[in-house]
C-alpha cells in the first residue's frame, strides 16, 4: 500500500487540547511521526513577570488544570527560598495532603483516559466516578475542585481540622479498596492487557537518553524521584517507596501509576497522624531580595523544574517553569517507530501529556533583522486583512452591528 | 397490494425501523446502566434520528455523489429484504426456497460493502482508513459465521432457514449439539455489527469515526438506522438458527416471544461491550482465524458425526 500522510490533531478525539502530530503510514504501520507544538502557548512566563509575586502564585496555578498545585508549590518554594522564609511545619504538612490528593486525582483521571483510548470505555466511567470521592474531599479542604488556591508565599491558607482529617481518611479506605480492583483488571483483563503490554517500549537506556522523567522513566527501571532525592514539603519525614517497574511499556507505567496511588494513600495517612501543632502561615515580605532560586517538585506526570530570578522589586524579573510533558514527548517518537496506528493514542495518553503546560514560544531573530512590534490594533488590523484576503469578510457585518447599537 | 405493505409496514421497513430503534436503546440503556450511567430516555434514538434528518447534508466535493449517497439506502435495503426469509414467529418464513440461507447471509455482507464503498468513495483519510479496517475485518469474521451457521443446516440437512425452523421443532434437543456454534456466531455477529471490542473500523481515538467521518445530515442518520436494523436482523437470524423453539405456537404467543429472543441476543451483545476493551485490527484478523476458524470447523465435525449417528 503506498505511503498517506494522516494528520491526528490539532482537532481530534484522541487529544484532549489542541496539538498537532503528523503521521506518515505505510498500510496501518506508522512508519514516521512527528509533532508540532505550540498551539496552546499563552504566554504566562511573561505574564509572571508583569505581576506581583502573591499575584503570580495564582497565575501558575493556572499552568495545568490537573497538575495546579504542583505548579503553585514549586514556585512558591522557589521565592520562598529567595526570602529565606522559614515555613510552618503544619504548612509544609497541608501542602504534602493536598499533592498527594492532587496525584490521586490525576492517576485516576489518567486511568480512565487510557481505558478511553483503548476503547475501554467502561474503565472510564468507573475510574471518574471513584475519583469524585477525591475531588470532593479536595473541595472540602480548598474550596474549589481544581485550582485549589491553598498555597500563599509563606504557608497555606487553609487548615485542616480534625473533623476534615476524619473525612480524608474514610475516603482512603474507599479509594484504596477500588485502587485495588483496577490493579486486578488491569492484571486480568485480557483485551485491555493485549492492548496495553508491549506497546509504547521504551529501553532503559532510552529513558536515560532522552531523559524520560515521572512515571514514564520509572515504568522503564529509571529510579528517580524528587520526592525521595530532593525531600520538599514534608516528604522527608515520611516513610514510602518509589514505585519502578521493568515492563518498559504502557502496561509498566498503568502498574507504576497504580501502585503509586496505593502510596499516596499511605502517604496521607501518615501526614495526617504525624502533622504538627502550630501556625499555617508566616508573614512574607512585598519585595523579595535579589537572587535566583530553582525548585524541583515531582508533579503526578514527572519532576516539575521553576526558576524564578528576582531583582529585589515586589515582581519577579524572570520565570522559567519546566513542566514535566516537555521532558517526556520527546520519548513518543521513539515508542511509536514502527508501531501500529492503534497504538498511537494509547502510547500518547501514557505519558500523561499535559500540553498547555508545555508549549512555549521561541522567536528567532536572524542577523539584520528588525524586531517588529505589533500593538493591538495592528494586529487587529493584521487579521482582518488575513481574513479578507482567505476569503472571509466581516465588514458588512461589522458596518451593520455599528448601525444597529 | 398486500406485498407492498409487507415491504414497507409489516415486518418490513416501518416495523424493522421501529425495532431497531428500540433494540437501539435497550442497547444504549443497558450499556449506560453497566457502566454506572443513567442513560438516554426511551424516544432517544429517535429523536437522534429525527434530529440527523432535519440537518443539513454536506457532501465532500472531491467524494462520488451518487455512491456517498446510494450506499446508506443500499445498507438498509439489503438488511430489510433479508429478514424476510427469516423465520421468526412462526415456523414459516415470509418467503423461502431451499438455499434462502446462502442468501440471508449474503444480504447481511452487502452492509459492510456499502460502509466500504461508503467510506472509500468519501476520499477522507480517515475514512479510507476505516473502509480498509471495515473490509479487512470481513474477512476474518465471515468465515467462521458462515461455517458456524452451515453446522445446523447440515444436521437439518436442508439450506432453507424455514425447513430448518420445522426440523428443530421436531428434534428440539439436538440444538444442544449447535452450542458452540451459537457462541461463534455471536462473536462473529460483534464483528459485523461492529462492535466493541471489534469497533476497530470506526475506532474514534484513532480515525474519529472511520468511514462514516464525512457522513453527516440524512445520509448519516440513514446509516445508523441501517446498523440498528442490521443488529435487530442478525439477532432474529441466529434466534431462528440456534433457538428454534417455540415457533409453532400460533402469532399471539410467539411475536412476543420472538421479541424477547432477539432482546436477550442484543442485551448480550451490549453485555460485551461494556466489558472489553477495542483489540487492534492484527489482533483481531489473528483471533479470528487462529481461535474462532478452527473451533467453527470443530462445530462442523460435530454435526456431521451427529448426522452420521443419530439422524439416519
Known amino acids: ?405 | 397490494m398486500i406485498g407492498i405493505f409487507y415491504l414497507l409496514v409489516f415486518p418490513g421497513f416501518l416495523f424493522l425501523s421501529a425495532f431497531g430503534l428500540a433494540a437501539e436503546f435497550l442497547d444504549r440503556k443497558l450499556y449506560a446502566r453497566l457502566q454506572n450511567r443513567i442513560g438516554p430516555p426511551w424516544f432517544q434514538p429517535l429523536a437522534d434520528f429525527i434530529k440527523l434528518a432535519s440537518k443539513e447534508e454536506i457532501i465532500p466535493d472531491e467524494a462520488n455523489p451518487t455512491i456517498f449517497k446510494l450506499m446508506p439506502v443500499l445498507a438498509i435495503t439489503a438488511t430489510v429484504t433479508s429478514f424476510f426469509y427469516i423465520p421468526s414467529w412462526s415456523q414459516k418464513a415470509l418467503f423461502s426456497f431451499s438455499g434462502d440461507l446462502i442468501v440471508v447471509l449474503y444480504l447481511l455482507t452487502i452492509p459492510t460493502l456499502s460502509f466500504f464503498l461508503g467510506g472509500w468513495y468519501s476520499t477522507s483519510l480517515y475514512s479510507k482508513i476505516g473502509a480498509v479496517r471495515a473490509l479487512t475485518q470481513l474477512f476474518a469474521y465471515e468465515v467462521p459465521l458462515l461455517m458456524s451457521l452451515l453446522a445446523p443446516a447440515l444436521l437439518a440437512d436442508t439450506w432453507s432457514l424455514s425447513e430448518m425452523a420445522v426440523f428443530y421443532s421436531v428434534h428440539p434437543w439436538y440444538l444442544l449439539f449447535n452450542l458452540l456454534g451459537f457462541a461463534i456466531s455471536m462473536i462473529a455477529l460483534l464483528g459485523k455489527l461492529e462492535k466493541v471490542p471489534f469497533d476497530i473500523p470506526e475506532a474514534e481515538t484513532e480515525i474519529v469515526a472511520g468511514t462514516f467521518t464525512e457522513y453527516s445530515g440524512r445520509l448519516l442518520g440513514l446509516f445508523r438506522l441501517g446498523i440498528d436494523i442490521e443488529a435487530v436482523v442478525g439477532a432474529s437470524l441466529l434466534a431462528a438458527i440456534y433457538m428454534p423453539f417455540g415457533l409453532g405456537i400460533g402469532p399471539v404467543l410467539g411475536f412476543p416471544l420472538f421479541l424477547l429472543k432477539v432482546t436477550a441476543i442484543i442485551a448480550m451483545l451490549s453485555l460485551s461491550r461494556t466489558i472489553f476493551a477495542r483489540l487492534r485490527i492484527d489482533q483481531m484478523v489473528r483471533f479470528c482465524w487462529k481461535y474462532l476458524a478452527p473451533l467453527a470447523f470443530l462445530q462442523l465435525l460435530i454435526s456431521l458425526t451427529m448426522k452420521g449417528f443419530l439422524v439416519r
Not at chain 1, 499535559?354 to 533583522?369: L, N, Q, V, W, Y
Open chain 1, 1 to 405: 500500500m503506498h505511503k498517506v500522510v494522516i494528520p491526528i490533531g490539532p482537532q481530534h478525539p484522541a487529544l484532549k487540547e489542541p496539538e498537532s502530530f503528523s503521521v506518515t503510514l505505510s498500510g496501518e504501520r506508522i512508519m514516521k511521526f512527528s509533532a508540532r507544538l505550540g498551539y496552546n502557548h499563552r504566554g504566562i512566563e511573561k505574564a509572571c513577570e508583569e505581576r506581583t509575586y502573591i499575584q503570580d502564585v495564582y497565575l501558575t496555578e493556572r499552568i495545568c488544570g490537573i497538575c495546579s498545585h504542583a505548579h503553585s508549590t514549586c514556585f512558591v518554594q522557589a521565592v520562598e527560598e529567595l526570602a529565606s522564609l522559614d515555613v510552618p511545619k503544619r504548612a509544609l504538612y497541608i501542602r504534602t495532603v493536598v499533592s498527594e490528593l492532587e496525584r490521586i486525582h490525576s492517576h485516576l483521571l489518567w486511568l480512565g483516559v487510557a481505558g478511553h483510548e483503548v476503547g475501554f470505555d467502561t474503565l472510564l466511567m468507573y475510574s471518574w466516578r471513584d475519583r469524585e470521592a477525591v475531588m470532593d474531599i479536595l473541595a472540602m479542604l480548598t474550596g474549589n475542585r481544581v485550582n485549589y488556591g491553598i498555597n500563599t508565599i509563606g504557608g497555606v491558607r487553609r487548615d485542616i481540622s480534625t473533623d476534615q482529617a476524619k473525612q480524608i481518611l474514610k475516603a482512603m479506605d474507599t479509594l484504596e479498596e477500588r485502587t485495588k480492583y483496577y490493579i486486578q483488571i488491569a492484571t486480568q483483563e485480557s483485551t485491555l492487557i493485549q492492548r496495553l503490554s508491549g506497546v509504547g517500549v521504551l529501553s532503559h537506556k532510552d529513558a536515560l537518553k532522552l531523559g524520560a522523567v515521572g512515571p514514564t522513566g520509572r515504568a522503564s527501571g529509571v529510579d528517580r524521584d524528587v520526592r525521595r532525592d530532593d525531600p520538599y514539603a514534608a516528604y522527608g519525614e515520611l516513610d514510602f517507596k518509589v514505585i519502578t517497574d521493568n515492563h518498559n511499556d504502557v502496561y509498566g507505567r498503568t502498574l507504576v501509576r497504580m501502585g503509586e496511588l496505593l502510596e499516596a494513600y499511605k502517604i496521607i495517612r501518615q501526614a495526617l497522624e504525624k502533622m504538627p501543632e502550630g501556625p499555617i502561615t508566616i508573614k512574607a515580605p512585598r519585595k523579595i531580595p535579589a537572587g535566583e532560586a530553582i525548585s524541583r517538585y515531582e508533579a503526578p506526570r514527572g519532576e516539575d523544574v521553576h526558576y524564578v530570578k528576582s531583582n529585589g522589586t515586589e515582581k519577579p524579573e524572570r520565570v522559567k517553569v519546566r513542566a514535566p510533558t516537555l521532558a517526556n514527548i520527546q520519548t513518543v517518537a521513539k515508542m511509536l517507530e514502527d508501531r501500529q496506528l492503534a497504538d498511537l493514542p494509547i502510547v500518547i495518553a501514557a505519558i500523561d501529556p499535559c500540553f498547555s503546560c508545555t508549549d512555549r514560544m521561541t522567536s528567532i531573530k536572524r542577523a539584520g533583522e528588525k524586531r517588529k512590534v505589533l500593538a493591538w490594533e495592528d494586529l487587529r488590523a493584521y487579521s482582518i486583512k488575513w481574513y479578507c484576503e482567505h476569503g472571509i469578510d466581516f465588514t458588512m457585518l461589522n458596518r451593520k452591528m455599528a448601525r444597529k447599537f
